[in-house]
């Protein structure tokens, strides 16, 4: 299998190469593609040396398996479309094409079926969006959603690296500030994204818009506010649940919980620390409501299971492996 | 006016101390007392040095003006009762006696008509439920509230100064838990209080139960998640409101906290390191769902607005001062 990662030295590039390896993806060429900036660099693919090429409009028309795009949304429309004519499978991780009707947004436990036979560019989901609706694609199905009601606590890494260095510069007594609007050391900031007119950040807009699309249900009511918070890996969510039909008890929430891929139960609090580097969903805190209300605490990796595992997993769903 | 203050040395009492300075209240005579750990401790009032004297039965005993408790719930309960036994008007920041149907659970600038000619204990209610209502109380009398759902990102402060020698000694690479059930350095924790056999937390049904009691409507529906976040001081809620009314549009919404005491309205995004000291309340990232549900963002600090400002407005509420 020939693979190319677009955005490769980045953070979830990084995490690409590693879920590549954890997973044993037969990949016999692996290709890593950066701005000029990284080129040059010495990445490790099983304990193998690849160097960091330039991303060209050259690379992208030679012939792979797969594309793994993670350098953010302009570099996606320029290059995907490219590599896209000229016969390549592109997993997507940037919101370019989130809500393209033509392009499939997909995670592989809900909606996999859409990856059949498909060529062509997939587009990834947002980190939050993941975590959240695998929590939920079984409970919808049973019960059917109304509302969801999600407080987020999302971790720096989501902004990249460089705002993890700010972060820490930060805490080691140097106050700058670049990526974020203020300080995130001991702050938190009730803004990702840009802010829009309506009142809603972008962030929250594409958890209202790909939760419908990827649930396949625009009768969703999405009611978002997503917060930067102080940690490395890890995003939180604060979820409140309204369901169409009663749900009767918890146990039956529980239940479907326990039944859904990739998702952990527990009765134990689970908190971003204890998640970092897992490819599943945590849940805690499960609690009832009335009959067609609940409320739970979500957390997982989001560079893993929010992007490159995600990513990772329509690979395979495509190649044939799961 | 007599003044004593029962925990003095805690967060909470050596900010009444604060606040009493900052409001200039006209105190003659202020004692301050604690447990045998801290007796002979000098604190600073009004540039004077006063010693911490041991809290005794026998010192309740003597004729204040206004005795302020912030010591916890246990010492409350058995001192606070000696004190008003004996004649004197205790306002008590624990969560003791807050849902005792006789004891009034104030925020002056609401419900301050309760304090007209009482003599006894009042209540000062949990901070995270303090800065809520005095966001919503003038809409709720407006449109009807029908339903809050909360997501707190609450300060380490609030857990007391133990607490945040705790969060430092981790940032300085000491992996010592105590106070806290799992680290808190770049971490959240989704628990405050004792987690109930229900699956909810004693810090979520105090918000649940005390606004209730505050706006005077048992049909509010309260969904709170309440959570840790590695923050000095301020802690900030996501709120998203249903009313029972109509509010039409955002701008009438806007209005009701503009006109709303000590709550301040910004366009602006406020942080909880923005509040730090302050006695306001912040609104921001106000928007509407539709016309009966908007979201926002409300950002107080936990320690003066939360605790010791409530309490001494209380105070000065019973004085005639305000």
Known sequence: MKVGIVGATGEVGRAMIKVLEDFQIPVKELRLFASKRSVGKILIFNNTPIEVELLTEQSMKETFDFLLFSAGSTISKTFAPIAAKHGNTVIDNSSAFRMDENIPLVVPEINGYLLKNYKGIIANPNCSTIQMVLSLYKIHKEFGIDEIFVSTYQAVSGAGHKAIAEMEKQYSGKNEIAIFTKRIS????PL???LRDDGFSEEEIKMINETRKILEDSSINVYPTTVRVPVYYGHSESIV????????TIEN???LIQESTNVVYSEEIITPIDVAGSDYVFISRLRKIDEKRFAFWNVADNIRVGAATNAVKILMKLAGII
């Open 186 to 189: 001991h702050n938190v900031i």
């Open 192 to 194: 990702i994204g840009k």
């Open 241 to 248: 649940v309204k369901t169409k039909k009663s749900f009767r």
């Open 253 to 255: 929430i529980k239940k």
